[in-house]
């Protein structure tokens, strides 16, 4: 009798002591999201003006949605060849490129312990997941950006050169040219 209280108890404790890991599925190739475990579909953070904010937002999807999505592992940023490295002060998670530049700066709702790995995708996506403690236990978040490069603001006159007449350039020209008439064939003979 004992025994079938006991058992409970422990594997209670057992399984609050243990680390429990969320793990980085790949990244969306029609979508800008990430696959968490076997079934979680995450939003991708925008990393605008290289900072982020809040988290990810995300839902349990069933299989054929998952299918639909397409997700593709991306390769585990290491080494010399690593594109981007994450490092970790308190609650900040901030992500560099290799030469040294910070791309994305975020405030974890946790402490973050440690970072574990950094993934990238196509020099516009990086997925990092990092070590927390929640509720007296360890835990592996993780947590994906999209890097969108800030685009120089549009001229709001642009320069016209006075020496280019667009209606002499066919090129400048905004009118569709004419067709050209078709060649006439020489009938063939058979000799």
């Known amino acids: 009798m004992r025994a079938l ?25 029609l979508e800008p999201s990430y696959l968490v475990n076997q079934d979680r579909v995450c939003g991708l953070l925008a990393a605008d003006g290289g900072a982020a904010a809040g988290p990810a937002r995300c839902e349990r999807a069933p299989a054929d949605r998952l299918a639909k999505l397409s997700f ?3 390769p585990t940023q290491r ?15 901030v992500i560099s490129r ?24 196509h020099d516009d996506r990086v997925a990092v997941t990092f070590l ?8 592996i978040d993780v947590i994906a950006f999209s890097l969108r490069r800030a685009e120089p603001p549009a001229s709001p006159n642009p320069k016209v050169d006075p020496k ?19 060649r006439r064939r020489r009938p063939r003979t058979l000799r």
Request: charged share 20%.
């Open 132 to 139: 927390v403690r929640r509720g007296g236990r360890e835990l």
């Open 72 to 74: 593709q592992a991306a």
């Open 98 to 121: 290799q030469g040294g530049g910070e791309v994305v700066r975020w405030e974890a709702l946790d402490v973050i312990a440690k970072v574990t790995e950094v993934f990238a995708s």
């Open 5 to 29: 209280c006991i058992a409970p108890v422990l594997t209670l404790v057992l399984w609050m002591s243990s680390a429990s890991a969320d793990t980085f599925g790949g990244f969306s190739s």
């Open 79 to 93: 080494g010399a060849k690593a594109l981007f490295t994450a490092t970790a002060s308190g609650r900040t998670l």
């Open 164 to 182: 280019v007449d667009p209606k002499l350039d066919p090129k400048l020209d905004p009118r569709p040219r004419p067709a050209r008439p078709a």
